[in-house]
């Protein structure tokens, strides 16, 4: 038989099934808690809420494991493609060969956008932050994309989904170049993935422009390393818009927003500010570290801590080694780098950080790849949306495969003014 547990309120005693996944990770279903005893649970910032079960990403915080589809993040780290990944994300099995080239074709053939859409960003202030940007621009792909009833719901979502990936390279490509003032550039379709982008990011039309082989293979790299990491904000909040049934484009708008803050994919440019704000002050790590500590001030460790890792975050590991090697290779030679090297180093050993398990996260390393790449710090989070896309679109796939799918609609325990009166304007004290 399988587990229940007991709930034993006001007298009653609940029996509420337990749900067993794959890994034994073990939830307790309390969806008819309200039905049967007028209850429902509180759990804020959802520290301890299972909103799903889900088929695609395997985490163990504990123990540091990332699996897409119980495949390690190291193997796939060094053995797969960006789009061989998203293949493998959002249809739930690695590709066979014929497979993966119709789909790397179908991705190639979608990467121009609507000339129309390249007037937007002449009418974006120059220094718009390009997370805003792209947020606008994919929200407008739904404008162009809206007369397409001929096509059943699942060819819609395969297409849209193409869309998406071989669009959304160009669209932040544009969005860097309209920031300097430079041309925007037409993809490149002989090119792989990473190349085109690189190639729209940093060629311009007055010469040729050949991209380094090690900033292809790193991109990469960090595009798998970033294409999905179960339910987090951002991801959570596709599922949630996806569960209203508006568009795919819809709710990838809302995870590229979601993503944006820096609790979230926005650390990695929040990283590069405080270490150079460190070493325009002259480099003391332990000031910062001190500063992180103390509960007067608001300021935490940029690149620290992690909701579900409470060890080393595996794609930190890989990427700090990616890191020296890029940079060797490109024989760069970054302060920031040593700094970074310096406070992990300093923050690890300190008994406020081995307590609260605070590990470096995949922010740590990932902006310090960026700079060496050349890519601007207010793109960074640009760069995450790029790689998590994948993984919000195997998500809201899922939700929407899901057989009888509800809208998501959390409920709240309301702590406001029991029933008051209307008071008119002039009897208000
Ligand atoms: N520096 C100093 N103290 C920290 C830090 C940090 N970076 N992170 C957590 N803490 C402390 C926190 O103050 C709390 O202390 P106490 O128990 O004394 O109140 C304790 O550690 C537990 O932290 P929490 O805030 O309850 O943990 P959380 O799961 O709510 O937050 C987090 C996770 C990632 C938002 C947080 O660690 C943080 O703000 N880190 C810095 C921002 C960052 O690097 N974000 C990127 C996350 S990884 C990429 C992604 O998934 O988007």
Redesign the pocket.
């Known amino acids: 038989m399988s587990e229940v547990a007991e709930l034993k309120l006001e007298g009653q005693t609940v029996e509420l099934p337990v749900v067993v996944g794959t890994e034994n990770e073990k939830g307790i279903d309390i969806s008819n808690l309200r039905a049967k005893t007028g209850y429902i649970t509180l759990d804020n ?1 959802y520290m301890n809420t299972g909103a799903c079960t889900s088929a695609i990403t395997f985490i163990d915080g504990e123990k540091g494991i990332l699996r897409y589809r119980g495949i390690p993040i190291e193997v796939l780290a060094e053995r797969s493609s960006f789009l061989e990944t998203a293949y493998l994300l959002i249809d739930g099995k690695l590709p066979t060969q014929p497979e993966l080239d119709n789909f790397t074709n179908r991705v190639r053939r979608h990467t121009m956008i609507h000339e129309d859409i390249k007037r937007f960003y002449d009418g974006f202030p120059r220094d718009a932050h390009p997370m805003a940007i792209l947020a606008s621009v994919v929200s407008s792909l739904s404008t162009f994309y809206q007369h397409e009833n001929n096509r059943t719901e699942a060819e819609l979502f395969s297409l849209n989904t193409v869309r998406l990936l071989a669009k959304l390279p160009t669209i932040a490509a544009c969005a860097y170049k309209k920031s300097i003032g430079q041309p925007l550039m037409y993809p490149q379709n002989h090119m792989s993935y990473c190349e085109n982008f690189l190639h729209m990011m940093f060629s311009t039309p007055a010469e040729h422009y050949e991209v380094d082989p090690v900033m292809i293979e790193t991109l990469n790299l960090l595009l798998i390393l970033h294409a999905d ?1 179960e339910q ?1 904000c951002s991801t959570s909040t596709v599922r949630m818009v996806s569960s209203s049934k508006a568009s795919l484009f819809a709710a990838i708008t809302a995870g590229i927003c979601a993503l944006w803050g ?4 926005g ?1 990695n440019e929040e990283v590069i500010d405080m270490l150079t704000q460190m070493r325009n002050e002259g480099g003391s790590v332990s000031k910062y570290v001190e500063m ?1 500590k103390d509960k007067n001030t608001k300021f ?8 579900v890792y409470k060890n080393f975050d595996p794609r930190a590991k890989i990427l700090k080694a990616a890191c020296d090697k890029l940079l060797a290779k490109m024989k760069i030679s970054d302060p920031l780098l040593d700094l970074a090297k310096e406070l992990e180093e300093a923050a690890l050993k300190d008994p406020y950080f081995i307590e ?1 398990k ?1 590990y470096p ?3 740590f390393y990932s902006g310090i790849i960026y700079k060496a790449m050349g890519i601007p710090t207010v793109a960074f989070t640009v760069m995450f949306a790029l790689g998590r896309l994948p993984g919000w679109i195997a998500h809201a796939k899922e939700y929407l495969n899901e057989p009888g799918n509800k809208i998501n609609r959390p409920r709240q325990i309301y702590i406001g003014p029991a029933l008051a009166d209307y008071v008119s304007v002039d009897k208000r004290k």
């Open positions: 910032g990491h987090n820096p609790r979230h994919g650390a992180a935490k460790l940029m690149g620290f801590g992690h909701r609260r605070l996260n995949v922010d």
